[in-house]
């Protein structure tokens, strides 16, 4: 994808218009639509000036994409069988008293004698920057 068509895609999924966009930017709606219509790309300062605007990443409004060493863990879900609801809670306590990764949900389930405990965690971490053993 160009950055003019990720520009129109994140101008109209704001519900903007270009004249809007222009008036915000501070640079005239020919401008937007040459961006837009691929005949101009924005000129290199403008690129942070729209990521900001659009909060995302420049990298994201020049296409790059993420190669396999860049790789984000977001989310986990770990299921755990106990012998006891309380043993669940009492794990379910320890979760939410830890910062990272973020105890986001979690279900309790009895399954005859066992009980099943299901937690949901968010990391949001560069897997680069994780030591596995």
């Known amino acids: 994808m160009d950055i003019g068509r990720t520009i129109k895609e994140l101008r109209q999924k704001r519900g903007i218009t270009q004249e809007e966009f222009s008036e915000a930017l501070r640079v005239s709606v020919q401008t937007i639509s040459r961006w837009e219509n691929?005949?101009?790309a924005p000129d290199l300062s403008m690129l942070s000036?729209?990521?900001v605007y659009f909060k995302v990443t420049t990298d994201y409004l020049l296409g790059l994409e993420r190669n396999a060493t860049m790789a984000k863990l977001i989310k986990t879900t770990e299921t755990f069988e106990l012998a006891s609801k309380q043993e669940a809670?009492?794990?379910v306590l320890k979760f939410k008293g830890e910062k990272f990764p973020v105890l986001k949900d979690y279900k309790i389930t009895a399954e005859g004698d066992k009980t099943i405990l299901e937690v949901i965690k968010e990391f949001?971490?560069?897997l680069d920057s994780m030591k596995f053993n």
């Open 124 to 126: 949001g971490a560069d």
């Open 38 to 40: 691929g005949v101009n």
């Open 49 to 51: 000036q729209l990521a």
């Open 89 to 91: 809670e009492e794990m």
